[in-house]
């Protein structure tokens, strides 16, 4: 965050706020807080110090975070049209299935002789200042990406009942801490550290129970890390149980062909449940 993008940013986050009188006015927090970076930036401009201090300055005033505000920006037409590119670019079309009273599944995947039902979940990650430490809650990202396989298993049961096509739940995310591992710990019930210690445990929690029986009824789980108009890293997650195991195979090997980044991740579903 430069110089100029840290008073923008400040500038809004003040003027997003109730202001009493005798509270300090917008000149003088500008002043304070730049002379705060460059005190913690040795004399000069660090924009990974900028940024901290926008974070410090963001809690201190109970605002969303800029990563949070970008993420919401993108709507689910952005997100959609996203996939659709990912998709074209791999050979594969997509077809979107209009809205109706009667619920659907959001469109269809196509190509090498296979078709797939495809519904899109996009989750919001918001900032909870009363959340420790990071700010953001386990248990509610845990229940939303939990929720969107019980809303997507009833789509693809109101159109397509005797799951005849293969079924694929797409998730997209733009903001950068809410990303595949997220699923995986949703998947599995607990959030573990990095030496395996589970510090977040919601394996008894309701949401958690009720889906362990539907998840495989899903066959392929895609994660998707968004911008507005591009793919950044793409995450399969292949359900090994699925009876259209081999058209799930065939197109994750076509999708693979031209990877994202050099960080895509392909796994087995069940490597993550009980």
């Known amino acids: ?46 924009d990974i110090v900028a940024l901290q201090v926008m974070g410090f300055v963001e809690h201190l005033f109970n605002v969303q975070p800029e990563a949070t505000r970008t993420a919401q920006r993108i709507t689910s037409d952005d997100a959609e049209a996203t996939l ?20 659907s599944p959001d469109g269809y995947i196509e190509g090498y002789g296979h078709k797939y039902l495809c519904e899109l ?32 298993k009833s789509q693809f049961d109101a159109l397509d009942s005797g799951h005849s096509l293969p079924r694929i ?22 959030e573990a550290a990095q030496d395996g210690m589970i510090t977040t445990d919601l394996r008894n929690t309701n949401v958690f129970k009720n889906t362990q029986p539907i998840v495989e009824d899903i066959d392929l789980y895609i994660w998707l890390r968004i911008t507005s108009k591009s793919a950044l890293r793409v995450s399969y997650f292949c359900n090994t ?9 065939r197109l994750i090997e076509q999708l693979k062909s031209k990877a994202v980044s050099n960080m895509d991740v392909h796994a087995n579903l069940q490597d993550f449940m009980q």
Do not use: C
């Open 1 to 46: 965050m430069d110089k100029k993008q840290f008073i923008a940013r400040l500038k809004h986050v003040y003027h997003s706020t109730k202001r009493q009188p005798g509270d300090s006015s917008l000149n003088d927090l500008r002043d304070a807080f730049l002379q705060e970076v460059i005190a913690k930036s040795n004399g000069g401009w660090d």
């Open 84 to 103: 659709e590119r990912f998709l074209l670019d791999r050979d594969y079309s997509y077809e979107h299935i209009p809205e109706s009273k009667d619920q």
């Open 121 to 152: 979940k996009s989750p919001v990650l918001m900032f909870d200042h009363d959340a420790a430490p990071f700010g953001y809650k386990f248990s509610t990202t845990h229940r939303k990406i939990l929720d969107a396989i019980h809303q997507a």
């Open 169 to 190: 739940l797409v998730y997209t995310s733009a903001h950068p801490q809410l990303d595949y591992h997220n699923f995986i710990s949703a998947v599995r019930g607990y």
């Open 241 to 249: 149980a699925s009876l259209h195991k081999d058209k799930i195979d």
